[in-house]
T-cell receptor
Framework: GNSVTQMEGPVTLSEEAFLTINCTYT??????LFWYVQYPGEGLQLLLK?????DKGSNKGFEATYRKETTSFHLEKGSVQVSDSAVYFC??????????????FGTGTRLQVTL | DGGITQSPKYLFRKEGQNVTLSCEQNLNHDAMYWYRQDPGQGLRLIYYSQIVNDFQKGDIAEGYSVSREKKESFPLTVTSAQKNPTAFYLC???????????FGDGTRLSIL
């Protein structure tokens, strides 16, 4: 079956530090890949996505590149801010048309950014 | 603005009681989903629906029930058969295909 593995947190960084959160996946075919962010007490918000190999998703300074050869979708940001403190989830959706997109989520990585 | 509304934000259940969590969307999405989130864990799929009057079990459907009488609405009932219902419940919707899901702000269910 499909699975997503994320690095365990928490990840604690100082403001303006470089961020990497690792994500690898197991899936048949060519899934779509997503990063979601969850702030305390809230639902998940889509941060970025990539739908095919070598695609780079980006949003709000965050980036992730779909690497088919290493089955990875690592999240990066060049300079984190305190407001980036949240839990980040990597997820995949199998490539199917006409059906609901059943997402498989990683366990989430908590990021804490300090001044 | 289009979005997903979950209510209530907090809910308390007594022993032996069924409770219903509301989820409404105005995004005109065909598919809707219910997830359960436990502390320090990822999301687990309870039920999903691709179209009105049709729904399928997810990975942890036991002790839960749903209905989909309208495109906009997908209520979840946590029955007394669910012995460990304390969790954060998230509703989501999407267009069909491998599209991203849009989430509500969740309902936190606790046992009295």
């Amino acid at each position: 079956g499909n699975s997503v593995t994320q690095m365990e947190g928490p990840v604690t960084l100082s403001e303006e530090a470089f961020l990497t959160i690792n994500c690898t996946y197991t899936a048949t075919g060519y899934p779509s890949l997503f990063w979601y962010v969850q702030y305390p007490g809230e639902g998940l918000q889509l941060l970025l996505k990539a739908t095919k190999a070598d695609d780079k998703g980006s949003n709000k300074g965050f980036e992730a590149t779909y690497r088919k050869e290493t089955t990875s979708f690592h999240l990066e940001k060049g300079s984190v801010q305190v407001s980036d403190s949240a839990v980040y989830f990597c997820a995949l959706a199998p490539r199917r048309t006409g059906t609901a997109s059943k997402l498989t989520f990683g366990t989430g990585t908590r990021l804490q950014v300090t001044l | 603005d289009g979005g997903i509304t979950q209510s209530p934000k907090y809910l308390f259940r007594k022993e032996g009681q069924n409770v219903t969590l509301s989820c409404e969307q105005n995004l005109n999405h065909d598919a809707m989903y219910w997830y359960r989130q436990d502390p320090g864990q990822g999301l687990r799929l309870i039920y999903y629906s691709q179209i009105v009057n049709d729904f399928q079990k997810g990975d942890i459907a036991e002790g839960y029930s749903v209905s989909r009488e309208k495109k906009e609405s997908f209520p979840l009932t946590v029955t007394s058969a669910q012995k460990n219902p304390t969790a954060f419940y998230l509703c989501a919707s999407s267009t069909v295909g491998n599209q991203p899901q849009h989430f509500g702000d969740g309902t936190r269910l606790s046992i009295l």
